[in-house]
């Protein structure tokens, strides 16, 4: 079936940092794929996504690509805030005519002045 | 912007009580969605739901879940007898169709006692 798997967090930078979250997937056919964030007692938000291979989604200084032939849609942002620090999930919805979102574990970003 | 309205943000309940969720989808997206975020976990999917009728639901959704669209602007989700691991964060979400991003309410934190 369709998953999603991201790199294990917490993640912990300093302001300004260079930010990369290893997003990897597995589904059929040709599945939509996004990023949401999730703030500190918050309930989840859509950061950005793609639709088909090579679209670049991008929201709020971060970016992410939809590479086909490395099943993979990392998130990244050259200068990370402490404003950044949240839960961000990447998730995905396949062919399926429902729509069904399936998310990755989350990975916590910790950004410290 | 539109906004997706969950009541109550926060539920506490005994075991084997029956609990009701309420949502507010956006009321020009006709697919509705229920998922769960049990403390520190991945989000699930739970149910989705298009044209008064569900359309997918999980392994989770057993027969102690049921959702309702009872007067086309709520969109409610009904545990009969509510277990301790029924405790979690539900989020509701609606979508404009398949591929496109959902929006989610801020969730409701359910606790089961």
């Known amino acids: ?113 | 912007e539109p906004e997706v309205t969950q009541t109550p943000s926060h539920q506490v309940t005994q075991m084997g009580q029956e609990v009701i969720l309420r949502c507010v989808p956006i009321s020009n997206h006709l697919y509705f969605y229920w998922y769960r975020q049990i403390l520190g976990q991945k989000v699930e999917f739970l149910v989705s739901f298009y044209n008064n009728e569900i359309s997918e639901k999980s392994e989770i959704f057993d027969d102690q879940f049921s959702v309702e669209r009872p007067d086309g602007s709520n969109f409610t989700l009904k545990i009969r007898s509510t277990k301790l691991e029924d405790s979690a964060m539900y989020f509701c979400a609606s979508s404009g169709g398949p591929g496109y991003g959902y929006t989610f309410g801020s969730g409701t934190r359910l606790t089961v006692v």
């Open chain 1, 1 to 113: 079936g369709n998953s999603v798997t991201q790199m294990e967090g917490p993640v912990t930078l300093s302001e300004e940092a260079f930010l990369t979250i290893n997003c990897t997937y597995t589904a059929t056919g040709y599945p939509s794929l996004f990023w949401y964030v999730q703030y500190p007692g918050e309930g989840l938000q859509l950061l950005l996504k793609a639709t088909k291979a090579d679209d670049k989604g991008s929201n709020k200084g971060f970016e992410a690509t939809y590479r086909k032939e490395t099943t993979s849609f990392h998130l990244e942002k050259g200068s990370v805030q402490v404003s950044d620090s949240a839960v961000y999930f990447c998730a995905l919805i396949g062919s399926s005519n429902t729509g069904k979102l399936i998310f990755g574990q989350g990975t916590t970003l910790q950004v410290k002045p």
